[in-house]
């Protein structure tokens, strides 16, 4: 898929500039702010006559039934069913904002098309790869560039992995989220939406993020900023940056997706992931073997931070637990014990 080209902040026009002020007062992820305005450059382009360097001659007046038809047919040319529903919800809080700020008579954007994107169910990794991935995790070799961490790539997996944390909260969480509990600890998980939630976390994990951190002291000891003496969870400032990258600042999304994949091919296993899944799939595994242990539902919800139950069923629907044990009481495979005897005789 080609890449859109996107224009500066000042190439945009002042009434986008008032809506991403709007939006901010939100607190959206940077990565959905960055989406607004790839997104917006993407149409404004089309609509100005596909100018792609100066959406700023776009003006209100443009915004039209039609012409939105017109350039959301040409996005789609190009584009997946995904990113042109992203792209259209995008446009259509834009228009809505517009609309109700009374710059626009109305939002043409119900009356543009978009497609329906498939009910798919989430897909875990099959065990065997998830066993794979551990080994590798176990087995890495001595780092050959300044940007391999096996310490830490070990503890980003296995944290989206054991907990279910999505990218962004893997980005946001700070050292001193993760606190000891009499069995293990617990993550404070700063939650999509701003919603916070809390993640009990295993010894075996806590073990793993010490290791990690205790390299990270060794890696950069004039930047740990640390709060004690010591070593471990306890030795680092509460607002330090639980994860980081090779310059030692707060990993980058763009990291921490690649040092992912770099594992699932280390392994052998990229094939077996959902496209478009990195720290997606760890979650979509955790979630998943969850609803295999016969979790309820609202614990899932609670533990993936989601705002409906019915977003969690779709984990146990893909687990298959509750439809297994109930066409096992199907009467008719009885037919089956009376044919066995029958044959028997």
Not at 127 to 132: G, I, L, P, R, Y
Not at 262 to 279: E, H, P, Y
Not at 301 to 307: N, R, S, V
Request: positive net charge; glycine residues 6%.
């Amino acid at each position: 898929m080609a890449e859109t080209p996107t224009a500066n902040e000042a190439s945009r026009p002042e009434w986008f500039a008032a809506f991403l002020a709007d939006r901010g007062t939100r607190k959206p992820s940077p990565h959905t702010m960055r989406a607004y305005c790839q997104d917006f450059d993407a149409i404004a382009a089309l609509l100005v006559g596909g100018d792609t360097g100066d959406v700023s001659r776009m003006s209100l007046g443009d915004i039209t039934t039609a012409s939105m038809r017109t350039a959301f047919a040409q996005y789609a040319k190009t584009h997946e069913a995904a990113t042109i529903q992203r792209c259209w919800s995008t446009w259509n809080v834009l228009c809505t904002f517009l609309y109700t700020s009374e710059l626009i008579v109305a939002n043409p954007m119900p009356l543009v098309g978009r497609p329906k994107l498939a009910k798919t169910l989430p897909k875990a990794l099959p065990t065997d790869s998830v066993a794979a991935l551990l080994v590798t995790l176990e087995s890495t070799p001595e780092p050959r560039r300044r940007s391999d961490w096996v310490e830490r790539d070990r503890a980003l997996i296995l944290t989206a992995l054991l907990a279910g944390l999505r990218a962004d909260e893997l980005l946001r969480t700070n050292a001193g989220d993760v606190r000891r509990s009499d069995d293990g600890a617990v993550i404070n998980v700063r939650g999509k939406g701003g919603k916070d939630r809390r993640v009990p976390i295993e010894p075996e994990l806590v073990a793993v993020l010490e290791h990690y951190l205790n390299s990270r002291a060794t890696r950069f000891p004039a930047t740990t900023h640390k709060r004690s003496p010591g070593t471990g969870l306890a030795a680092w400032a509460q607002a330090a940056p639980l994860f980081v990258g090779a310059d030692g600042e707060r990993i980058s999304r763009g990291t921490l997706q690649y040092r992912v994949l770099r594992a699932f091919r280390r392994a052998g296993i990229d094939a077996d992931r959902a496209r478009g899944a990195l720290v997606h799939g760890l979650r979509h595994t955790f979630a998943t073997e969850l609803a295999n242990s016969e979790v309820s539902v609202y614990t899932l919800m609670q533990l993936l931070g989601h705002e409906s139950m019915v977003t969690s069923q779709r984990y146990v629907t893909a687990a298959g637990t509750e439809t297994r044990t109930a066409a096992a009481q199907n009467r008719l495979y009885g037919l089956l014990t009376i044919a066995d005897d029958r044959s028997d005789e």
